[in-house]
């Protein structure tokens, strides 16, 4: 795929483009896209490598190498809750091509709830129609079961067992075992450079240049040799995610702070040992096309609570087992086939916003107590659907809790567990930016910066509130709808 960086242009370091996007995720991809669709000129600038190169022998350095700040940015407690951290793709196609591709739409109770808050005017049958548009332009499907599937099959028979709702995950994918998932790089880019649209990696915007409430230039460094460009342009669209975004504008001093208004999912990780064997995935590869779940158990939606299937490769189970000991840790090497891991979501009810450590963002959240009731639910709602005699033993996210071998002692962890020992991350961010109804929101409804005339914002930073899914559907849908809105004055 014919990316490029600014090692394919000549040495002049003066560019003139229409509209320029940072950022090539859902949300900069579709809105190049729907530029594109309306033939106005635009370029992508993604801070992160290609992907066409990558060593998949390694998951670990891939990781590095693919994710912001080595994995993970920490979200740090500023009321004794744990830290917690949160995986951000640094790609090019963002989280998009590191994440499991879920096509997940926002339920309409949700959105009714944000426009009667007043903190959008898209309707949720505007949305669904935009979410439909969406599906005609990629490809989205259920995947079937495969042989290394065997932890979905689980979950799927002992959710029937108790009768709990469960369905297929839909996911950005051909449906084709072995190719199941899209991302941007496979469907609005691949379409995109194709047509002539520069998608230019490794290319660092260090400064936005203003001039009375108008965003002029870009002063742009090439990553692979240090080299400064200047990028002049109409108009700018920031997307590089809900912590990177109020970022790059707290460092080009655009904005003094942003709101408390970061929200998130906790991914609450269980690691399950089965007395016979489970688990047929030996790989050792980066394959970011392998799904990593075939359905949701959704019996606990209406709560902010769905439960999927991990991905099942060693060195991920190590990575989520780090903090356990080595007697642990080496069991399951020499029995990785008898185990499993599972993820018990959590729309969370903590809030935070983007701070600077050493030029490096960060999030301060305040911990919600009733987040500490939720992780109460999980842990008391997983022991019950997976405790019977297939299972050996369960290892939750607690420091120092060790095997948990009964309904009765996840019992126990449950009521005695504390918050500072919890071992928590997030890959879902979003609402930083969000439009709000008072004199200090950043945005409009339109995604345009306050007192900035033409710079836009359109990625999970503008989407109203907590989706309690994938986030990565409605980030779509809301890039289209802001880009549309604005292509007939742009």
Not at 79 to 97: A, L, M
Not at 351 to 359: A, D, E, R
Request: charged fraction near 25%; proline fraction near 3%; aromatic fraction near 12%.
């Amino acid at each position: 795929m014919p990316f490029k960086n600014l090692n394919s242009f000549d040495d002049s370091n003066d560019f003139n483009i229409e509209n320029i996007i940072i950022g090539s995720g859902a949300g900069g991809s579709t809105t190049a896209f729907e530029l594109f669709k309306q033939k106005k000129e635009c370029i992508i600038l993604e801070d992160g490598p290609n992907v066409n190169d990558l060593d998949f022998s390694n998951i670990g350095k891939n990781i590095i190498k693919l994710y912001k700040n080595n994995g993970a940015t920490p979200l740090i407690s500023n009321n004794g809750g744990p830290i917690i951290g949160y995986g951000q793709g640094s790609c090019v196609g963002g989280s998009t091509y590191v994440n499991a591709g879920y096509f997940s739409n926002t339920p309409e109770w949700i959105f009714n709830k944000w426009f009667k808050e007043n903190k959008t005017i898209l309707k949720f049958d505007h949305f669904s129609n935009l979410i439909d548009e969406i599906k005609s332009e990629i490809k989205v499907n259920t995947d079937q079961l495969t042989s290394v599937d065997n932890d979905s099959k689980i979950l799927f028979e002992k959710s029937k067992k108790l009768n709990w709702q469960i369905e297929k995950c839909e996911r950005y994918s051909s449906g084709i075992v072995g190719e199941e998932k899209q991302n941007m790089n496979k469907t609005y880019l691949s379409y995109l450079s194709e047509n002539g649209v520069n998608i230019l990696h490794d290319t660092r915007v260090l400064k936005i240049n203003t001039q009375n409430g108008e965003a002029k230039s870009l002063i742009v460094e090439n990553r692979l040799n240090l080299k400064k460009y200047k990028f002049k342009f109409k108009n700018l669209f920031i997307c590089c995610g809900p912590i990177n975004t109020p970022f790059l504008l707290q460092k080009n001093r655009l904005i003094d702070n942003n709101e408390n208004n970061f929200e998130f999912h906790i991914n609450f990780k269980i690691i399950l040992k089965f007395k016979k064997p489970i688990n047929f995935n030996k790989s050792f590869k980066y394959n970011p096309d392998h799904p990593v779940s075939i359905y949701f158990m959704r019996e606990f939606e209406k709560e902010g609570a769905l439960l999927s299937a991990a991905n099942s490769e060693l060195p991920y189970i190590l990575a989520t087992a780090s903090h356990f000991s080595d007697e642990i840790k080496k069991d399951i090497i020499k029995n990785h086939e008898h185990y499993g891991m599972y993820i018990y979501q959590i729309k969370s009810n903590s809030h935070g916003q983007i701070k600077s450590f050493l030029n490096n963002p960060y999030v301060s959240y305040s911990f919600d107590e009733k987040d500490t009731l939720e992780i109460k639910k999980a842990i008391e709602r997983t022991s019950k659907l997976f405790f019977d005699d297939d299972v050996d033993f369960i290892l939750y996210p607690v420091e120092n809790s060790g095997h948990i071998k009964s309904q009765k002692e996840a019992m126990n962890l449950s009521q005695n567990f504390q918050k500072k020992k919890l071992h928590l991350v997030s890959v879902h961010g979003m609402s930083s930016m969000r439009y709000a109804p008072n004199k200090n929101s950043l945005t409009d409804f339109n995604g345009k910066l306050k007192d900035f005339k033409n710079i836009f914002i359109t990625d999970a930073s503008i989407i109203p509130g907590n989706t309690g899914e994938s986030p990565q559907a409605t980030i779509m849908a809301f890039s289209k709808f802001i880009t549309k809105n604005l292509s007939n004055s742009l």
